[in-house]
């Protein structure tokens, strides 16, 4: 009974390796849509984010004025009277996430899809801009800018982007573990800022399934084992 019990644990072994092992078949699947309800601009990837610039002053060290796109306010109370930006963006940045995230049926938490991810640049139509936002921007580039002449922009102008963060394919850089989808060993143990260095548009889809002959022959052998086990239980009957 013995070498009949080592190939039983062997089985479950194998089993355990090979699934953990084996590639995700298809894509992630978000929970939900996502939107700006601002601005109605909407989402199927697994975040979605508002960026707002505005047009401001700045200083040198050597005292001259000149001017920049920036994402945060500028403090200018120590500018000249002439020289003062608007104490705070008239609209703001924004973040938002899809409540989760399943592969194959099986969850993908978010935190693995932050780590996994990267942002990129929407291109929103603005279809359903609502009428009194769309009185007040008008299309510049890929997003929408509040100035009368996008090539003259004026202090408290401000321009705004939206971004979606989108996933690669999932082939070697997750593996099953308890039912849920976690990094693999290789990418976890990769540095953080390697990881969402990716390139989406080129990345290549990779197989499906990716079992290693020898894993395969372990899986064989320990079937057989409990066959053998199920037949000295049962007594050879069927």
């Known amino acids: 009974?013995?070498?009949?019990?080592?190939?039983?644990?062997?089985?479950?072994?194998?089993?355990?390796?090979?699934?953990?092992?084996?590639?995700?078949?298809?894509?992630?699947?978000?929970?939900?849509?996502?939107?700006?309800?601002?601005?109605?601009?909407?989402?199927?990837?697994?975040g979605l984010e508002r960026r707002v610039e505005m047009f401001q002053w700045t200083?040198?060290?050597?005292?001259?004025?000149?001017?920049?796109?920036?994402?945060?306010?500028?403090?200018s109370d120590e500018f000249d009277a002439q020289h003062r930006n608007p104490s705070k963006l008239p609209i703001r940045n924004r973040q938002?996430?899809?409540?989760?995230?399943?592969?194959?049926?099986?969850?993908?938490?978010?935190?693995?899809?932050?780590?996994?991810?990267q942002w990129q640049t929407a291109r929103p139509n603005f279809s359903r801009l609502p009428a009194d936002l769309g009185a007040s921007f008008q299309p510049e580039g890929d997003g929408l800018a509040s100035s009368y002449n996008p090539l003259a922009p004026e202090i408290g102008d401000v321009r705004i982007t939206w971004h979606e963060f989108v996933l690669p394919p999932l082939a070697g850089k997750v593996e099953l573990r308890d039912g849920v989808w976690q990094l693999s060993a290789k990418v976890a143990a990769a540095p953080a800022?390697?990881?969402?260095?990716?390139?989406?548009?080129?990345?290549?889809?990779?197989?499906?399934?990716?079992?290693?002959?020898?894993l395969i022959a372990i899986a064989v052998v320990a079937l057989a084992g409990l066959w053998f086990l199920t037949r000295a239980i049962t007594g050879g009957k069927t």
């Open 59 to 75: 200083r040198a060290d050597d005292g001259r004025y000149g001017t920049i796109w920036n994402a945060a306010p500028i403090a």
């Open 96 to 117: 938002w996430w899809v409540d989760s995230v399943s592969l194959d049926g099986r969850p993908l938490p978010i935190d693995v899809v932050r780590l996994l991810g």
């Open 193 to 214: 800022v390697a990881r969402p260095a990716i390139d989406i548009a080129a990345a290549a889809r990779k197989p499906a399934m990716k079992l290693r002959p020898w």
């Open 1 to 46: 009974m013995r070498p009949i019990a080592t190939l039983a644990l062997a089985a479950l072994f194998a089993a355990g390796i090979a699934r953990a092992d084996v590639a995700p078949e298809n894509d992630p699947a978000p929970s939900n849509a996502l939107e700006d309800p601002d601005f109605h601009v909407g989402s199927k990837q697994f």
